[in-house]
C-alpha cells in the first residue's frame, strides 16, 4: 500500500513538471529532495507502474517480469522513451503491450510517451523474473527452462564448426534429441511429462501432458 | 530500385507469401497439433515480413509502407520465389514445400546475423530462433511422414519429386544477390547450397525418401517478377479487402 501511495502522489509532479516545460518553455529540471534529478526519479516510478501492466494473453505476470521493457528514458520535459523488445517477430500481443504502455502512462499523468522497437539483443526468456516464473508456474504454465538447454540447438557448438558437416549433422541429431526438455508438471511438480505438440495456443507455448497426475499443461518455451 | 530494397523485398515476400499460404491450413490441419503449428509459423513469418517490409520502405524513401507493400502491389511486382506460391496440395505438398524452405532460410538468417548492415543483422537475430524452431519441426516430420506409413511414404516422395526443380531459385543469384554479397549484406550462393544440399540429404535419408539430382534442371524467374498463375489467384485473395475498399483500416 506504502508503494501504491507513494506513486500516486508523484502523479501530478510528473505532469506538472511537463505542464512547466510547455507553458515557460524551461528545459531545466526541477531536483528531486535527494538530489538526484527528478528524471532519475520519474524513471523509477515509471519502472513501477509498468510493473502492473500486465501481459494481454498471460495476465498473472507483468510486461517487466516478462523482461519485454528494455529501458526508460525521462526527459528534461517529462515526456518518457520507453524502449520494448518483440517477444516472437509475428506476436499479435506487442500491439496491445503498446497501447496498455501508453494507456498506463497517460493515466498515471505523463502526457507524452514514445515507444521504441529494439529488436537486438533478441529477446530470451532467460530475461524472465523469478516472480514472473513463480507466477506462471501458480496459474499452471510450466516456466521456461534456461538456456542450459539450448533450444537453438547451435549455441553449444564451437563457432568454427558452424559451417562443417560435423555441424550440420547435429542439426538434426540436436533437433530431435532436445526438442523435448525436461519439463516439472506446473499441477503436481513431476518431471514425468512429455511434449504433446511444439506448438500450443500462443507463439510462446508448447503443449505437455504429466504422466504422472496425466493434467495436460502449457510449457512456456525456452526461446 | 535499389539493390538493397530489391533484396529486402524478396525476403519479405518470400515470408509473406508462405505465411499467406499456411493461413489457409487454419482450421483445416489434419490435427489440432499440426493447424497450430502452421498457423504459428505463418504468424512467425508474417513478423518477420513486417520486419523487412519497415527496412525497405524506409530505404526506398518513396512514401510507402509495409502495407502499401503487401496490399499495392500486383503480381510482377512480387519478388518471391516461385517454390513458396507452389499450391498447399495434400500435406506432404504443403510439409516438404516447407521443409525445403525452412532449410534455406535457416542457413540464410544464420548467415544474415554476420552482415555487415547492422539492421539486417537485428532483425536476423530476432528471427533466428523461430527459423531454427520451424526447420526442427518440418525435418522431424519429413522423417514421420516418409518413414510413416506405405501411403505417406509415396506422398511425401511424390511431393519431393515434384517440388524438386523450384528448389535450386534460392541459389540462382542475380545482379541484385551478388551486389548484396560484394557489400558484405548477404552469404554467397556456393556455400549456403552446399549446407543445404547436406542438411536435406541427411533428412531425406533418416527418412528413407530418395534425393532427387542435385544438378537437376531448376525454374526460376520468381525473383525477377515472373510468377507463375498460382500468384494471382493467392494475391486476389490477400489483396481483396484494400483493392475493394482502399485505406480501410481495421
Partial sequence: ?223 | MDHKVNYLLRLGDNALILSQQLSQWCGKGPALEEDMALTNVALDLLGQTRMWYEYAAELEGAGRDEDALAYLRDAHEFKNCLLLEQPNGNYADTLVRQFFFDAWHYFLIEALTRSSDARIAAIAEKSLKEVTYHLRRSGDLMVRLGDGTEVSHARTQAAVNELWMYSGEVFAYDAVDEAMVAAGVAPVADELRAQWLAHVGEILAEATLTMPPADAWMQSGGKQGRHSEHLGYILAEMQFLQRAYPGAQW
Fill in chain 1, 1 to 223: 500500500m506504502k508503494a501504491a501511495t507513494a506513486i500516486a502522489a508523484a502523479a501530478p509532479a510528473v505532469r506538472s513538471a511537463a505542464d512547466a516545460a510547455r507553458t515557460s518553455g524551461a528545459t531545466s529540471v526541477t531536483p528531486a529532495k535527494d538530489g538526484r534529478s527528478a528524471a532519475a526519479g520519474h524513471a523509477e516510478q515509471i519502472w513501477a507502474w509498468l510493473g502492473a501492466v500486465p501481459d494481454p494473453e498471460i495476465p498473472v505476470i507483468s510486461i517487466v517480469d516478462l523482461g519485454i521493457v528494455r529501458d526508460v528514458r525521462v526527459a528534461d520535459d517529462g515526456a518518457c522513451d520507453v524502449t520494448i523488445t518483440p517477444t516472437y517477430s509475428g506476436c499479435p500481443a506487442m500491439q496491445v503491450i503498446a497501447d496498455a504502455i501508453t494507456e498506463a502512462l497517460h493515466a498515471h499523468g505523463v502526457t507524452t510517451v514514445r515507444l521504441h522497437n529494439q529488436l537486438s539483443p533478441a529477446w530470451t526468456t532467460d530475461w524472465m523474473s523469478d516472480a514472473g516464473k513463480a507466477a506462471l508456474r501458480g496459474y499452471g504454465i510450466a516456466p521456461p527452462a534456461q538456456q542450459v538447454i539450448d533450444i537453438s540447438g547451435l549455441s553449444a557448438w564451437p563457432a568454427g564448426a558452424r559451417s562443417g558437416s560435423a555441424a550440420l549433422a547435429a542439426v538434426s541429431r540436436r533437433a530431435r534429441s532436445a526438442s523435448a526438455p525436461t519439463v516439472a508438471c506446473p499441477h503436481c511438480g513431476s518431471t514425468d511429462t512429455e511434449i504433446t505438440s511444439q506448438f500450443g495456443s500462443t507463439p510462446c507455448k508448447a503443449l505437455y501432458k504429466c504422466l504422472a497426475c496425466r493434467e495436460p499443461f502449457d510449457y512456456f518455451k525456452c526461446h
